[in-house]
Each structure stands twice: as structure tokens, then as C-alpha cells.
């Protein structure tokens, strides 16, 4: 009895050994898994962060295009704006006087009347742009 005692008592010791060993090594396994798991989540992240770049590269590229296309136009408009309102100011002094020399207020005439209204829109849009070109040079690259 004694001996047997003894081999079941061995074999106990053992089990609890196993028991551990397995124990140890479900652990192991958890924590790996944990890990895969965690760098998958990261490998995600910079795949994100791969697509963001990409993203706002391409958008940086096309907000400097537009930049300096939006610079340009306002640059053109400038000079353009000067030209036509000489031509519509010494158009409008010529109707001035032959209205007069005829006895015609020159408000009486059409395209006397839009030439004014027409110049006093662009001289304002003209303001408007250029306080547009100052917020735009502020974001110049």
C-alpha cells in the first residue's frame, strides 16, 4: 500500500507539473496571439498613414497649382482693369461733350449709364481681389 501511495503521489507531482508546463505554455500562446493581433492593428495604422500622405500630397500639389494660377489671374485682371477703364474714362469724357454740344444730358444716354455702373463693379471686385491676393500670399508655400 505504501508503495502505492508512493506512485500515485509521483504521479500527482507530475500531473501538477504537466498542468503547469501547459499552463505556461496557453499563456505563451495568449500572449503571442495578443501581439499578432496588436501589430496587425499597426500594420492598418500605416497602411492608413500611407493613403493619408499619399492624399494630401496629391491635394498639396493641386492647392499650389491653384495658388499660383489664382496668383496669376488676379496679377492679369490688375493690368486688364487699368487698360479698360482708360478706354471706358476717355469714352465716356467724348460722350460727355457731344451730349452737351447737342443739348442731351449724358445720363439720358444707355450705354453712358452702364459704362459708370460697369466701371464702379470692377474698380470694387478689383479691391475684393486684391484683398483676396493679400489672404492667399499669407498661405504662399
Known sequence: MRTQ???????????????????????VLNDLKKGINEAKRIQDLQEDGFKFAKKAEQEFKEYLKLHTDAIGIINSSRKQVNKTLQLLEKSMKEAEKISKDLGVQPNSIKEYVEAIKISNEIIDTNRDLFNLKDKLEKFKV
Do not use: D
Not at 506512485?7 to 496557453?26: C, Y
Open 5 to 27: 501511495r508512493r506512485v500515485f503521489e509521483k504521479l500527482s507531482e507530475n500531473t501538477k507539473v504537466e498542468l503547469a508546463s501547459e499552463r505556461i505554455e496557453l499563456s
